[in-house]
C-alpha cells in the first residue's frame, strides 16, 4: 500500500487531527468544475492542470497536492503571491483547505466545493 505520509509519524498524526468529515471534491475555476486528483498545478505555462492566461500569473504559481484525505495549497514562488481567502499564503508553506475556500492566483479566483 502506497501512502503519502505514514500514518504512525509525527506529521501524519497530525494531518488525522486536521482531517474533518467535509470532504472538497472539485474546484471552480471560469465556471468550469475541474474535479480535484491527487496533483494539480496552476500557472500561465500550457503545462498546467489549469492554465491561467494572465501576466499576473507565474510561469508556475502554484500546486493543491492531496495529503491523506485534506487537500493543502502551495505557493511556488510566484513573484505576485497566492491568496487563501483573500489573505497572501507564505510560499513555500502547505496552507490546508476547506471546503468554500477562495483561492486567488493573479486575476483568476478558484472556490473549493
Do not use: C, W
Amino acid at each position: 500500500m502506497d501512502e503519502t505520509i505514514v500514518n504512525s509519524s509525527p506529521v501524519g498524526k497530525h494531518l488525522d487531527k486536521l482531517a474533518d468529515s467535509k470532504q472538497v471534491s472539485y474546484l471552480m475555476f471560469d465556471k468550469k468544475k475541474v474535479k480535484l486528483v491527487e496533483k494539480i498545478t496552476i500557472g500561465r505555462d500550457t503545462s498546467n492542470t489549469i492554465v491561467i492566461d494572465s501576466k499576473l500569473t507565474s510561469r508556475k504559481h502554484a500546486v493543491i497536492q492531496k495529503i491523506k484525505d485534506a487537500y493543502f495549497l502551495k505557493d511556488e514562488n510566484s513573484t505576485n503571491g497566492t491568496f487563501l481567502n483573500g489573505h497572501r499564503i507564505p510560499a513555500d508553506k502547505y496552507v490546508k483547505l476547506n471546503t468554500g475556500d477562495k483561492i486567488t492566483v493573479g486575476s483568476a479566483n478558484l472556490v473549493l466545493s
